[in-house]
């Protein structure tokens, strides 16, 4: 596998010091930063996996995967498969609407690739609703003159991994595994699909923390990896200029600074690729660095982080470039990566007094995750709680009151319910209330399930810290005098 060479900090133009305090300031901003890669020259001069975080994890990337799709069309591109200027609907003639309204017929890739379409309003809710993505954006009223009115879009990413697969006859995992994935060492990965089996293109792709830096040094390299071509250097630069004007209504500056090909524009000539939540593929070409971030945050909170790159990182370098910090600086650093961990309660002492879960099953009053039934089982120090819903599989969750337990379970990503690893918590706060955690270390989903027993029932409060679908919500529930599980 083609890995990325690690070095520690001082000897690069970065001091240790540096980073330190950008991490104090991570920490002061309250940023929930899950893992971190710095590249200086193609150097790995910082890492950091919070842990259960792990560096073989891989991480659900939301929009960021809208930057790897852009490469896939200049990839495209390059080998003859399309133009830039080709027209969108000559690719779904037979999918189109019956009239073709004359800003749809104009509509062409490179509008596509800039969220310049002509679409004036979020279309997203409309066309993924539907069933066939394609037909439902093919239908949507163009309002404005593509090249006139920039709108973020994310079905606008969605189209151009449908015309790849029109114009190559190849799933875009497919196309991009000999062309893309393989010559950076990136093993096969899982990007989710509409409901017709194209991948979704403007998000749903996971890739590790490890894969994301080397697509940002491939791009630092201008499309060249171990001096051979992947995608052209005059593709790279078209996507990393602007292309379309995103200032009129941003509230950010670094939502502000243009829109290139999936790219965004950021100040002093860095660009980056960014996700819900805080993934970020950040590339700074001046001082040749590579910053990848996966996170948990909230709103605002992602211009937080980069205005803290700009400041401890970037100025830094450009204050001193050719600063080196002691090695005894660097070791403590890197000892502080290594004891980063995920805050979640420490175990506490077992109430002596507490109700006795083993069989009970409570019948849960309606709530938004149709979840109507839980059902526990209690031996010493495990808890097994199985999660029964009307429309979908039951789900069985083990616990330690003692230790964190690494679990398979059913949960949501992006667009679906997938198969994916957490690691679970349960912690008494007192003889009464039961505190479930699950964290899903492949996406930045942490699910809390509060539980308040009382004598025939229990109230349940269920809380995600981040999520575009998932709601918070409470319920009450009846004990159930017949056990249950059996069934």
């Known amino acids: 596998m083609n890995r990325l060479k690690s070095d520690i900090p001082e000897n690069h133009g ?10 104090d300031r991570i920490e002061e901003k309250h940023l929930q930063v899950n893992s971190f ?7 790995v001069t910082a890492r950091m996996w919070r842990a259960p975080y792990r560096p073989d994890s891989p991480q659900l990337l939301y929009s960021l995967s809208k930057s790897i799709t852009s490469i896939a069309v200049g990839i495209a591109a390059d080998n003859g498969y399309l133009q830039l200027d080709d027209q969108v609907i ?6 189109c609407p019956e009239r073709i309204s004359d800003n749809l017929s104009k509509m062409t890739i490179h509008h596509l690739l800039s969220m310049n379409t002509g679409h004036r309003f979020n279309i997203y809710n409309a066309v993924t609703g539907e069933k066939d993505w394609v037909r439902s954006f093919l239908s949507m009223e163009v309002e404005c003159e593509p090249g006139s009115h920039y709108s973020y879009n994310t079905p606008a990413a969605y189209m151009l991994s449908a015309i790849i697969r029109q114009a190559t006859g190849q799933h875009l995992v497919d196309f991009l595994m000999p062309r893309l994935f393989k010559p950076l060492g990136i093993e096969r990965p899982v990007w989710e699909t509409c409901p017709m089996g194209i991948a979704a293109g403007g998000m749903g792709l996971s890739l590790t923390t490890e894969d994301v830096a080397k697509i940002g040094q491939l791009l630092l390299d201008k499309g060249k990896v171990e001096g051979k071509a992947v995608v052209s250097e005059a593709y790279v630069a078209m996507a990393t200029r602007e292309q379309s004007d995103n200032r009129h209504g941003a509230t950010e500056i670094d939502s502000a600074q243009g829109y290139g090909y999936q790219f965004h524009l950021g100040r002093r000539g860095c660009y980056r690729g960014g996700g819900s939540f805080g993934q970020l593929c950040f590339v700074a070409p001046e001082p040749r660095i590579v910053i990848v971030a996966t996170a948990a945050f909230g709103k605002g909170q992602s211009q937080t982080l980069l205005d803290l790159i700009y400041e401890h990182i970037i100025d830094e370098l450009d204050r001193s470039h050719i600063a080196r910090s002691l090695t005894a600086d660097s070791a403590a650093l890197w000892q502080r990566f290594a004891d980063m961990e995920y805050p979640v309660p420490a175990p506490h002492p077992i109430p002596g007094d507490l109700p006795d879960l083993d069989g009970r099953c409570y019948r849960l009053a309606d709530n938004p995750e149709r979840l109507h039934r839980l059902d526990f089982a209690r031996q010493g120090e495990r808890l097994e ?4 819903y009307e429309e979908r599989e039951n789900r ?7 230790l964190p337990v690494h679990i398979q379970d059913t949960f949501v990503k992006d667009l679906a319910i997938h198969r994916q690893e957490a690691v679970t918590h349960a912690v008494w706060h007192d003889s009464t209330t039961l505190k479930l955690i699950l964290l899903y270390i492949e996406t930045p989903y942490c699910v809390n399930y509060t539980i308040q027993f009382n004598e ?10 981040v999520s575009l679908t998932l709601r918070d919500y409470r319920a009450s529930g009846m004990l159930v005098e017949k056990d249950l599980r059996s069934e």
């Not at 970065?14 to 991490?23: D, I, V």
């Not at 000559?90 to 999918?95: D, P």
């Not at 069985?396 to 003692?402: A, I, K, P, Q, T």
């Open 14 to 23: 970065l001091p240790s010091k540096a980073l330190s305090r950008f991490f």
């Open 37 to 43: 890669m710095l590249l200086q020259d193609g150097q």
């Open 90 to 95: 000559n690719f779904f003639l037979e999918r």
């Open 385 to 388: 709680v199985r999660l029964c």
């Open 396 to 402: 069985v969750l083990e616990f330690d009151f003692r």
């Open 456 to 465: 025939r029932g229990i109230d349940l409060h269920f809380h995600i810290n």
